[in-house]
């Protein structure tokens, strides 16, 4: 099964908002309120920033915002800031013979 | 607080094979599961599989069942992930990640990379 479907790279200037789509299948990102996202930057493991969709963790910014339509996910960041560049990586459940499935990762460069 | 640490670098020849550690600490180990992800240079995260943590029971994704085998020893909160007959598209950074449900990876191991060159 192939990859959840994300733009290879998005830019922004600080202050700017942006947002990233993770597109999939009615079989994964949209059969489930089960997606997650992921900031990883050059050399580190990654970061949980939302899971179930648009629930953010302790810790992690408002800045940061999820949501879904349909088969298509959203990872919006809102006031950018330069630490916010990274790459980002959304991930969804996609029933229980392929568990969980990731998108190909999208790099946000602040410009 | 939790912590995930996992082994060092590895430098393997093809045909061989790896162990990977990683050792939990600061929570109850039994009590989440644990998931492999593999990134390979300049590639995305690739989701390989989880264990259940309180009966041993592994779940592999598509492309990583027959060499990969994930363990557990809970008397040292530790999972394992081996690797055998290793390739050289096996060259990759792993980490084990923590999951609290639903995929909500909510704590990653600092990766491990390995190497596979003759």
């Known amino acids: 099964q192939s990859a959840l479907t994300q733009p290879a790279s998005v830019s922004g200037s600080p202050g700017q908002s942006i947002t990233i789509s993770c597109t999939g299948t009615s079989s994964d990102v949209g059969g489930y309120n089960y997606v997650s996202w992921y900031q990883q930057h050059p050399g580190k493991a990654p970061k949980l920033m939302i899971y179930?969709?648009?629930n953010r963790p302790s810790g992690v910014s408002n800045r940061f915002s999820g949501s879904k339509s349909g088969n298509t996910a959203s990872l919006t960041i809102s006031g950018l800031q330069a630490e916010d560049e990274a790459d980002y990586s959304c991930c969804s459940y996609a029933g229980t013979n392929t568990w969980w499935m990731f998108g190909g990762g999208t790099k946000l460069t602040v410009l | 607080q939790v912590q995930l640490v996992q082994s060092g670098s590895e430098l393997k020849k093809p045909g061989a094979s790896v162990k990977v550690s990683c050792k939990a600490s600061g929570y109850t180990f039994t009590s989440y599961a644990m998931n492999w992800v593999r990134q390979a240079p300049g590639q995305g995260l690739e989701w390989m599989g989880w264990?259940?943590?309180?009966?041993?029971?592994?779940t592999y994704a598509q492309g990583f069942t027959g060499r990969f085998v994930f363990s557990l020893d809970t008397s040292v909160s530790t999972a394992y992930l081996q690797i055998s007959s290793l390739k050289a598209e096996d060259t990759a950074v792993y980490y084990c990640a923590r999951d609290s449900g639903g995929p909500t990876f909510d704590y990653w191991g600092q990766g491990t990379l390995v190497t596979v060159s003759s």
């Open positions: 179930d969709v648009s």
């Open positions: 264990i259940n943590t309180n009966t041993g029971n592994p």
